[in-house]
Structure formats: structure tokens, C-alpha cells
């Protein structure tokens, strides 16, 4: 791990400070009618665990829902948390999709994270889950 000498100098919070609890649900009228919604964020920010350095993405969430759909101002505000988070991304795309399987028990869900370029090199992570 990086020393403290090489961190941005402020605080990086901790991934335990997202609160889920902030994700609002509404029905879905529509249950005999499968449908695949998706929503992508390009504006997504944390910081490097490491260095504390800002990390900036796209999200996309892709799902099914069964009997809720997730309202997108709350979706937002869940998101804008992790902009002071020191946290990797296979961590946030898995937390990510955790926490909204939890909040909206979809029939399949997937998110992915494509984030740019560090040090010239792109990553692109991809968590994938279905109700039990």
C-alpha cells in the first residue's frame, strides 16, 4: 500500500459510509410484461484507495424488475456518495449491485463500470446477478 506521503491530501472516506438506504423503489405496474430497463450514469466519481486520486466513469445498470423499479433522482443521490470513497472498482460494482438486488429484488440484474484511462489503461468491470 502507498504511503501517506503519496495520497492526495484530504480525507477519503470509507466504503462503509454509502448509505442504500437512501434508494427509493416504485411499483412496477407491468409485472406480466417483462421489460430490461437500463440506466447509465456518466458522471460517476470516487477516489483511488492508493492515492486518493479521482476516478471518474460511466455506470450501467441493467435490469429486469419483478415488482419494483428503482426511482433514478434517488439513484443518483446513492451514486454521488462515492464521490470522497477510496474504493477499487471490482469493490464498487459489486457493492453496487448488492445494494440494488437488496432494494429491488430484480428478476436478473448486471452492472458495469467502464471507467477512463489511468496510466493508459482502461478498465471495464462487469457484476451480474439474478433472484434466487
Do not use: W
Not at 462503509?16 to 423503489?25: F, M, N, P
Request: aromatic residues 10%.
Amino acid at each position: 500500500m502507498a504511503s501517506d506521503t503519496h495520497r492526495a491530501n484530504y480525507c477519503i472516506e470509507k466504503p462503509d459510509s454509502i448509505r442504500a438506504d437512501v434508494l427509493e423503489t416504485i411499483d412496477y405496474a407491468y409485472t406480466g410484461k417483462p421489460i430490461q430497463i437500463t440506466i447509465d450514469q456518466p458522471e460517476y466519481t470516487s477516489v483511488c484507495p492508493m492515492t486518493g486520486l479521482p476516478d471518474y466513469g460511466t455506470i450501467t445498470v441493467t435490469y429486469t424488475p419483478d415488482l419494483k423499479i428503482v426511482e433514478l433522482k434517488s439513484f443518483k443521490f446513492y451514486l454521488l456518495q462515492y464521490r470522497n470513497v477510496g474504493i477499487f472498482y471490482e469493490h464498487l460494482v459489486n457493492r453496487i449491485l448488492d445494494d440494488l438486488a437488496q432494494v429491488l429484488q430484480p428478476k436478473q440484474i448486471q452492472v458495469t463500470g467502464s471507467f477512463t484511462a489511468r496510466g493508459g489503461v482502461t478498465t471495464r468491470v462487469t457484476a451480474t446477478g439474478e433472484s434466487r
